[in-house]
């Protein structure tokens, strides 16, 4: 089968560590190449080319914008209209083109904005089906822009032929905002084997925690910073967090570690690769998802795979999980105050106390079985 793959999420390399959204949409294809399909993914343009994997046919949707997401434009600005103006008339001719081109059996619109449009005016110009696949993070931003948000949704679902979202609560919110039955579908990815003892374990005798997501204020990386500010000195003093994460308030933050001087027990850096994050989980005592507004994040699944308990905010779809399956520690509320006080609880057990949640959540979270939903829908 011949399939297409609209995206405005895709690695520029294998490993690349920019999103893990992106990650997710190269694992999904790879697992739709196993199994003998032909993928054209059609993401939008980078200022440097992609290199693809084996195999892979990549046909980028111009965009003048070079390295900067799509999605980062202000789109209450009307100096941004046209912009976006100009890759919609663009990017539209590319995805029909490459419909006829590939002779393609399938369009998946990964996510339902900008790629659910470009589903739309494909569908309106060849009367072809296509599916929409959401994401939390471009449902929450489109119907947050007066008048056009909620219709623009409702337009881009309401055509497409299958309606699909990574979190059991979004889900709901797309069948309240579009009428359309929406089904759920785990987003995660394959990760490499830890190095394991090829590598030293890192601080000893301490609790390591792992922060791995953008530093965005939706991702609570300031919120996960005060709270450790919190901590009574003595477990702060037995404790380690790692952070790792692209963003614009990375600058905030080091100012924020510098003022209460918390050096000495956080570590700021930038983005992180699969193989180093392999190691990381695989080292880590817990991973911390401190984010004020979340579906179910892909470093969740990450963390399940590698046995690595969870320490978060009780958002989105990760409060019933985490506490049907005890595979971590859940905070109260989305304040510091609470995640300081689930972050002294956590570091009062051990990993070990959490294996059976882990393993047996992990395997709700498998590429194979996504894309065999996908495939049999």
């Not at 369009?107 to 494909?122: D, H, I, K, R």
């Not at 881009?156 to 579908?185: K, P, T, Y």
Request: aromatic share 8%; proline share 6%.
């Amino acid at each position: 089968m011949n399939i297409q793959i609209i995206t405005s999420s895709y690695p520029a390399y294998p490993e690349d560590p920019s999103g893990a959204a992106g990650l997710f949409v190269r694992a999904f294809t790879l697992e739709l190449q196993k199994q003998g399909h032909q993928v054209v993914i059609q993401p939008v343009a980078r200022k440097h080319e992609y290199t693809p994997d084996d195999g892979m046919v990549i046909e980028p949707l111009p965009w003048q914008g070079g390295d900067r997401e799509l999605a980062s434009l202000n789109l209450y600005s009307p100096f941004n209209w046209f912009t976006v103006l100009i890759f919609f008339l663009k990017a539209r001719q590319k995805v029909i083109q490459a419909h006829k081109q590939y002779k393609i059996d399938r369009t998946l619109c990964m996510w339902a904005v900008p790629s659910g449009l470009l589903g739309y005016f494909m569908s309106k110009s060849l009367n072809k089906p296509y599916d929409v696949w959401a994401l939390g993070s471009d449902i929450w931003r489109i119907r947050k822009i007066p008048l056009l948000g909620r219709f623009l949704l409702k337009k881009i679902i309401g055509r497409a032929d299958r309606v699909l979202a990574d979190g059991l609560g979004l889900c709901r919110e797309v069948q309240e905002i579009s009428g359309r039955q929406c089904e759920f579908l785990p987003s995660s990815r394959v990760l490499p084997s830890p190095h394991g003892t090829d590598k030293p374990a890192c601080n000893m005798g301490y609790t390591n925690l792992l922060f791995v997501g953008r530093y965005h204020p939706n991702k609570g990386p300031d919120l996960l910073l005060q709270a450790i500010q919190r901590l009574p000195q003595p477990i702060q003093a037995k404790l380690h967090l790692k952070m790792y994460g692209l963003g614009t308030m990375k600058s905030t933050l080091v100012d924020f570690i510098n003022a209460h001087q918390l050096d000495h027990c956080v570590t700021i850096d930038d983005g992180i690769c699969a193989n180093a994050l392999a190691d990381e989980l695989s080292r880590a005592d817990f991973l911390i998802i401190p984010s004020r507004i979340e579906s179910i994040p892909v470093i969740f699944s990450d963390a399940l795979k590698m046995g690595t308990p969870v320490i978060a905010t009780p958002v989105g779809d990760l409060q019933p999980l985490i506490a049907e399956h005890q595979c971590g520690v859940l905070a109260d509320d989305c304040t510091s105050e609470s995640l300081a006080k689930a972050i002294e609880k956590a570091c009062s057990c051990v990993k070990e106390d959490f294996v059976e949640g882990t393993k047996k959540l992990s395997k709700r979270f498998q590429v194979s079985e996504t894309v065999n939903k996908w495939l049999g829908s």
